[in-house]
């Protein structure tokens, strides 16, 4: 079970937009709309952004989008943010019933 | 409020065993799916296990199958994570987390507990 596949880092200037790229196989990624992003700030809990592909809980702004291409989902970030840096994790249901992370990603706002 | 909170974590020799214990408030703990996700100190995230909301099914990542248990108390709304044959890869901050009922991802989570595998 190696974890999903993610850019190390990734930044940005504030307004911008960046993504996120989520990498897996045909047993997680691929097989089902089960992926789910969670952001972390230094010292905190993760915490859920996106769920099943492209949904947002209650309170997470509309500035977080998601997407998914075949084994590849996509987190955007649109007008990027001070407080949108933090690290990204990517997270995908498989086909041993279990769950996988992504490897994760730092953000910088530049 | 949803609140989560873990104990139990402390520092072990390798080979040793552990019980960590994860509280839980502010909802229907009977229905709702339970989730400990582990990240050593510096590093990313990892799930560790799952169990289902009447303790009917579990599942682990390859990681930890055989060595860890999971299990739950819905009358005491406890969660918890037996560790045995613990080894120096097994140190990280551990996290319980919540799926809402039918859903796959992880809604809410707790601050997490420490355990360090070292001689």
């Known amino acids: 079970q190696s974890a999903l596949t993610q850019p190390a880092s990734v930044s940005g200037s504030p307004g911008q937009s960046i993504t996120i790229s989520c990498t897996g196989t045909?047993?997680?990624?691929?097989?089902?709309?089960?992926v789910s992003w969670y952001q972390q700030h230094p010292g905190n809990a993760p915490k859920v952004i996106i769920y099943d592909v492209n949904n947002r809980p209650s309170g997470v702004s509309n500035r977080f989008s998601g997407s998914k291409s075949g084994n590849t989902a996509t987190l955007t970030i649109s007008g990027l943010q001070a407080e949108d840096e933090a690290d990204y994790y990517c997270n995908s249901y498989t086909t041993s019933s279990t769950r996988l992370f992504g490897s994760g990603t730092k953000v910088t706002v530049l | 409020e949803v609140q989560l909170v873990e104990s139990g974590g402390d520092l072990v020799r390798p080979g040793g065993s552990l019980r960590l214990a994860c509280e839980v408030s502010?909802?229907?703990?009977?229905?709702?799916?339970m989730h400990w996700v582990r990240q050593p100190p510096g590093k990313g995230l990892e799930w560790v296990s799952r169990?289902?909301?009447?303790?009917?099914?579990?599942t682990y990542a390859d990681s930890v199958k055989g060595r860890f248990t999971i299990s739950r108390d819905n009358a005491k709304n406890m969660l918890y994570l037996q560790m045995t044959s613990l080894r120096p890869d097994d140190t990280a901050l551990y996290y319980c987390?919540?799926?809402?009922?039918?859903?796959?991802?992880?809604?809410?989570w707790g601050r997490g507990t420490l355990v360090t595998v070292s001689s």
């Open positions: 987390a919540t799926s809402p009922s039918g859903e796959v991802y992880l809604d809410s």
């Open positions: 169990i289902d909301s009447d303790a009917w099914s579990s």
């Open positions: 502010g909802l229907t703990f009977s229905r709702t799916w």
């Open positions: 045909n047993n997680d990624v691929g097989k089902y709309n089960y």
